[in-house]
C-alpha cells in the first residue's frame, strides 16, 4: 500500500490532538484504522465518567446542601460537556480536515507561497506557548486546590457534609474513600491529567482553526501578487496563460476555505453555544470568592479561546478584499477585451466573502466575540439575580 502524501502543516496541533487520544498515527491520518477507533472510544468513555461524576456531586449538592453555591460545578460540568460535544464534531470531520491539511501541503501546481517556511514556523510556536499555558494553569489550579484541602475539610465536617474530594482539580463525586497515602496523590495525578486533556481540546480546537485559515490566506497573498504581475506583458497569449493559472489558483482557495468552514461548523456551534455560559458561571464564582485565582485561569482560558477562533475568521474575513484589490492594482486596463470580460468573472466571485460560521450564531469575528461577552454578563446578570 503506498504511503500517503506528508501533511506538512499544523505539526505541533496534530501531536497534541494524538495525545489527546483524538487523531490517528502519523501516516494514517487519511484512513484511521481500528487503533484510532478505540482510542476515540476510550476518550469518550473518559469523557462520560467525567460527566457523570462533575454532575452527581453538583445533583446531591444542591439537593442535600442548598445553602452552597454549585457555579463552580455548574462551570466544570458545562466545560467538560461542551469540550466532549466539539471533540465529536472534530473526531466526525477529522478525516476532512486532514485531507485539508494535505492538500494545503501541496505546492506542485502553484509552488510554495513565499514565508511558507516562516508563518508554518510561528503558528507551531503559538501552539506550544499556548499548550504550556493549559498546561501550567492546569497544575497551578491544581496546586491552589490542594493548599485549600485542609480548610475544605473543616466545612465539610462543621455542615455534614461527606466530602472526599477536597484537593482535588474538580469537584468530583467519589462513591469510596480516597483519603490516604498513596491513593489520594495517585487519584490526583490521574484527575489533573484527564482534566487537562480534555479542556485544552476547545483552546486547541480554535487554534486549529485558526491555523489552518492562515495557511489559506497566505496561498490568498500568493495569488495576489500573481494577479497584480498577470497584465505586465502585453502580448495576448502571455497574459492569457498568467490569467489562465490565476483563475485556477482562486478557484482552488475558494474551496480550501469552503472546505474549512464546513469542517468546523459544528465545532464552532458548540464553542460559542456553551462558552457564554461557562463564562457567565466561572464569573459568578469569582463574586462570590469562591477559589478566585483558580476561577481566573479557567475564564481567560476560554476567552482566550474564543479570541483566537474570532482572530482567526476575522482575518479570514479581511482576506476576502485582497483579490478583487489585486485585481484592480494590476495593468487590466491594457489587456485584450477578452481578457477583461474573463477579470469581471473573477471580481464577480471574489465578492462572495470567505467565513467560518459558527452555526446559527453567524461568522467568525470581532461583533461576535463581543456578542458572547455580552452573552456572559447577562447569564451572570440572571444568576446574581
Request: proline share 3%.
Amino acid at each position: 500500500m503506498p504511503a500517503e502524501p506528508k501533511i506538512a502543516i499544523c505539526q505541533t496541533s496534530r501531536k497534541i490532538f494524538r495525545y489527546s487520544l483524538v487523531w490517528p498515527s502519523e501516516g494514517n491520518e487519511l484512513s484511521p484504522g481500528i487503533s484510532y477507533t478505540i482510542k476515540v472510544i476510550i476518550f469518550f468513555i473518559i469523557c462520560g465518567v467525567l460527566l457523570f461524576s462533575l454532575s452527581t456531586h453538583a445533583y446531591l449538592l444542591a439537593i442535600k446542601h442548598s445553602e452552597f453555591t454549585i457555579t463552580e460545578e455548574l462551570a466544570a460540568v458545562i466545560a467538560v460537556g461542551g469540550c466532549t460535544y466539539m471533540v465529536y464534531a472534530f473526531v466526525k470531520n477529522q478525516q476532512n480536515i486532514a485531507s485539508l491539511m494535505r492538500d494545503l501541503s501541496d505546492f506542485k501546481k502553484f509552488g510554495v507561497p513565499p514565508n511558507f517556511d516562516k508563518r508554518n514556523k510561528n503558528l507551531n510556536l503559538g501552539v506550544q506557548l499556548l499548550f504550556s499555558y493549559t498546561l501550567g494553569a492546569t497544575i497551578f489550579y491544581t496546586g491552589l486546590k490542594l493548599s485549600e484541602k485542609p480548610e475544605c475539610k473543616r466545612i465539610s465536617f462543621e455542615k455534614g457534609m461527606k466530602e472526599n474530594n477536597c484537593g482535588l482539580i474538580a469537584p468530583f463525586w467519589i462513591p469510596f474513600d480516597i483519603d490516604y497515602f498513596p491513593v489520594f496523590q495517585l487519584f490526583s495525578l490521574l484527575a489533573t491529567f484527564i482534566m487537562h486533556s480534555v479542556l485544552k481540546m476547545c483552546l486547541h480546537i480554535s487554534l486549529n482553526t485558526f491555523e489552518i485559515a492562515h495557511h489559506i490566506i497566505l496561498r490568498i497573498k500568493h495569488l495576489k501578487t500573481m494577479v497584480e504581475e498577470c497584465f505586465d506583458d502585453k502580448r495576448y497569449a502571455v497574459s492569457q496563460r498568467k490569467l489562465k493559472i490565476c483563475i485556477t489558483y482562486h478557484t482552488e482557495i475558494l474551496e480550501f476555505a469552503s472546505r474549512l468552514d464546513t469542517a468546523f461548523f459544528q465545532c464552532m456551534f458548540g464553542h460559542f453555544l456553551l462558552t457564554g455560559a461557562i463564562c457567565a458561571c466561572l464569573e459568578k464564582q469569582i463574586l462570590d470568592k469562591i477559589n478566585v485565582i483558580g476561577a481566573v485561569f479557567h475564564v481567560l482560558g476560554w476567552i482566550m479561546a474564543l479570541f483566537v477562533a474570532c482572530v482567526g475568521g476575522q482575518d479570514f474575513l479581511d482576506a476576502s478584499e485582497i483579490i478583487p484589490n489585486a485585481l484592480w492594482n494590476s495593468k487590466w486596463y491594457q489587456a485584450d477585451i477578452r481578457l477583461k470580460k474573463d477579470v469581471i468573472f473573477m471580481l464577480m466571485r471574489s465578492q462572495r466573502a470567505l467565513q467560518i460560521r459558527a452555526g446559527p450564531f453567524g461568522v467568525l469575528s470581532f461583533p461576535l466575540f463581543l456578542a458572547v461577552i455580552k452573552t456572559s454578563y447577562s447569564i451572570l446578570c440572571m444568576l446574581s439575580s
